[in-house]
């Protein structure tokens, strides 16, 4: 995959409303970064949904960027990062227009009390619902000051936590990304589109 930035610009910056669901709505985007700028790939010009009936994790951090797809189009997205995550019952369903019609990739795994996990997850997210909940919350941090590896911008308005949990995730995101992903029990199907997890 072509690798570019993903970086978070005054211009383009989407200040969340310090109140917990607009918290909730940064917490799922995964990737690893290293140094003040987030790295991730190019993106596809599809956004996918991605679920989960609980979601633990730690170190965890937002602000706001813009990521580039791969016809140069840039998309505002939440920025969530996210040491160590704890996924049950995660999906991940995605649907792409072909000559032959829709086509739905359909992937679920962490069930049977065995969840999914994922060490320096990156989420870079338009939309989250769920009940949040968390621990040593700091907001109206510096972008560039966040308590995680992976910082923003300096000046822009970010928010941190030591630990976040959020039950009935459902998010619609364009990247994801982690050092490291454990699928327990992975499944992947295709689907006729129609399927998606929520």
Known sequence: MKLNKLTGTHAGRIV?????VAVVATALLGGVANGAVPVSFAVSGSQFQIAASTLDGT???????VTTDTAGGQHQVAIANIGQASLADLCQSVVTDTP???????ITAGGGGKPATATGLQIGMTDLKGDASFNNIRIGVDASRVNTSAKGTAGDFAQDADSIKILGLQQTAWSTQAAVFTLTGMHVQLTDGSKGCF
């Open 59 to 65: 170190s965890f951090s937002q602000y706001a960027g």
């Open 100 to 106: 032959l019609g829709k086509v739905g990739m359909l």
């Open 16 to 20: 969340l409303a310090a109140v917990p």
